[in-house]
């Protein structure tokens, strides 16, 4: 009886959470203007105006830029923050650790509102100002998350043996993580690293408060649009873009990690 | 001979409060089967990873053939570890984790693919190359760890416990392989321990660890038979230790003695001298707890030759006879090393 009931908890869960996704999809194809229910009408109209809509296509560029430059910052930094914590010991270790995993906590608003006044105070008198760099940085903060959490896990759960190993075999400290610790963290690196691209995909807070004159993120763009009536078909389908944009990489990193996970336990 | 393939001196190490290692001297020479034998903490192991490189000393120096190495890295040592977890590259395949030392070491690729197989014949793995370990029982990834090992022909071969998560038919068999192989190849094997048997059935000499400090240091034989301290004489083997009043009645002495198991005779003859507290059957032997009425409690141990499991059962609470010859007596702390 309780199984019945759980299980129809779920289903009504996961529909709550699916079915408004899977709507915008469909309406995307949607051929009434006014999006009517049912639709009777096929058309791959909005998809084709889509492509030809310049501000769309900007944005969808300026997005992947973005994301890659923060999910580049966040490989670099986040690997690093890993190996010093779960390798050293140094004074303030858990604090470094709490402080890395801080923003992804923090609201996006404070976030922003902190970059954007820091930008404007202390960067922009120096020279540099606010553009595509500023958002590249300011997603890269909550990025840094997932790549640090993902390698940590692997590190802790491999332990050093397989270093040792490779250090008493001959193996110089280069060669070692060449041959041994970089294949041992790869997929991690890679799960991590496409959750923070779809992290800085498809942020918006964050973004309208570090982007420069000029510079548009696709879910800016949506934002921008969704409210002039004759742009909603094409709202509609960048939004399903989107959508598959951001749930691939997710799917991937899962994939990614599980049956490696599976396999190094043995 | 003249330069020892390990030479310990003076050699500690602490790990914050902890002194794991607490002054160690010792010197295994070549082409020795050495064992390390302790309970787990006693700093058998430290010293292993410290000969290996893996952990600085607090104080004092590691030698191999005469070179001080105490502050080399590992990859600079000619010394290869086995270790307990093995250890084994699990994206690497069998033949992979064997080359790989020759690898990192620049061999060229068709003689290093030449030696690891070799070494994979060696340990009767020749079938399993293309194989990746999480594919493979216990008892051959530690054959793997071996031959990844050994391909190196380094002057050392250290094993950390190896034997020790495989089960005991394994074990005995791989205890007369190593023994083998390392007959075979002739270097100098330092082999660590909790187990008694293992150290007494392999070494040419043991080293009884206790609390960071080498208790004893001795063939098999003198070890057993003639323990320094009753740690060591608890540690390897049973043992019955007689002290004080006890002693001084039974044999006539004051001190600290040990009669093995083994060599006591009991009895049912008079004037009988204690009573069977426990008995306890173990396939071919019997070990019986005798409450001597001196106030000592002794282990016998005798052969399962005559005796039905029926009427052993019935000898729990009899009143019965020990007897054991004098040379059996050993006074612990006294030196009986021929």
């Not at chain 1, 650790?97 to 006044?117: E, R, Y």
């Not at chain 1, 105070?121 to 903060?141: D, M, N, Q, R, Y």
């Not at chain 2, 393939?5 to 002194?19: D, T, Y």
């Not at chain 2, 690497?92 to 690898?103: F, Q, S, W």
């Amino acid at each position: 009886m309780t199984r019945w009931v759980l299980r129809v908890v779920m289903a009504l869960g996961l529909l709550f959470i699916y079915v408004p996704l899977l709507l915008v999809l469909v309406n995307s194809f949607n051929g009434d203007r006014t999006f009517g229910w049912p639709p009777h009408d096929f058309t791959t109209r909005w998809w084709t105006a889509a492509w030809n809509n310049g501000g769309a296509r900007d944005a969808l560029w300026t997005s992947v830029k973005a994301g890659l430059g923060a999910t580049a910052i966040a490989l670099v930094l986040g690997t690093m923050v890993a190996f010093a914590v779960q390798r050293f010991k140094f004074f303030g270790r858990d604090t470094v650790s709490l402080l890395i995993v801080l923003p992804i906590a923090l609201p996006g608003i404070v976030t922003g509102i902190a970059l954007d006044s820091a930008w404007r105070s202390v960067i922009e008198p120096l020279g540099l100002g606010k553009g595509l760099f500023s958002v590249i940085v300011g997603h890269a903060t909550f990025c840094v998350v997932t790549v640090y959490n993902n390698v940590l896990a692997r590190l802790r759960r491999s332990g050093i043996s397989l270093e040792e190993a490779s250090a008493d075999l001959g193996a110089r400290p280069g060669q070692t993580f060449r041959y041994i610790t970089f294949p041992m963290i790869r997929s991690a690196l890679l799960a991590g690293g496409l959750l923070a691209f779809a992290l800085s995909f498809d942020e918006i807070i964050v973004t309208t408060f570090t982007a420069g004159p000029g510079i548009q993120t696709l879910p800016i763009w949506i934002f921008n649009n969704l409210f002039r009536p004759n742009q909603a078909p094409v709202v509609n389908v960048v939004a399903a873009v989107l959508i598959v944009l951001s749930v691939l990489p997710v799917w991937l990193a899962q994939r990614v990690a599980g049956p490696e996970a599976g396999a190094s336990r043995t | 001979m003249s330069t020892h393939a390990i030479a310990l001196s003076g050699l500690r190490k602490s790990f914050g409060p902890v002194e794991a290692v607490a002054g160690i001297d010792l010197e295994i020479a070549d082409g020795e089967f050495f064992s390390m034998l302790g309970p787990s903490g006693s700093g058998k192991t430290t010293v292993l990873r410290m000969i290996a490189g893996f952990e600085l000393p607090t104080a004092g120096t590691v030698s191999l053939s005469g070179r001080d190495v105490t502050k080399l890295p590992p990859y600079e040592r000619d010394v290869n570890t086995v270790f307990q977890d093995y250890a084994l590259f699990p994206h690497l395949n069998v033949i992979e984790n064997v080359e790989y030392g020759l690898k990192v070491r620049k061999v060229a690729r068709k003689e290093r693919r030449t030696r690891a197989e070799a070494a994979l014949d060696a340990v009767r793995l020749g079938h399993l190359k293309d194989r990746r370990p999480g594919a493979m029982s216990g008892g051959q990834r530690q054959r793997v760890a071996l031959a990844r090992a050994l391909v190196n022909r380094p002057k050392v071969l250290l094993l950390d416990e190896p034997l020790g998560a495989l089960d005991l038919k394994l074990r005995e068999q791989m205890q007369v392989e190593l023994k083998q192989i390392q007959r075979d190849v002739g270097i100098t094997f330092v082999f660590v321990t909790h187990d008694q048997d293992e150290a007494l059935t392999m070494s040419d000499r043991v080293a009884v660890f206790d609390a960071g400090r080498i208790a004893q240091v001795g063939t098999p034989e003198e070890v057993y038979d003639h323990p320094a301290t009753s740690f060591v004489a608890g540690f390897v083997g049973t043992s019955n230790l007689l002290s004080g009043a006890a002693a001084e009645q039974l044999l006539g002495r004051a001190g600290t003695f040990s009669v093995r198991p083994e060599k006591i005779t009991m009895t049912a003859g008079e004037p009988a001298n204690g009573v069977v507290a426990e008995v306890i059957y173990a396939g071919p032997v019997t070990r019986f707890v005798v409450d001597l009425d001196a106030g000592a409690r002794m282990v016998v141990v005798e052969q399962n030759r005559r005796t039905g499991t029926k009427s052993l059962s019935e000898m729990r609470g009899k009143r019965v006879r020990l007897t054991w010859q004098d040379e059996h007596v050993i006074e612990i702390g006294v030196n009986h090393a021929p």
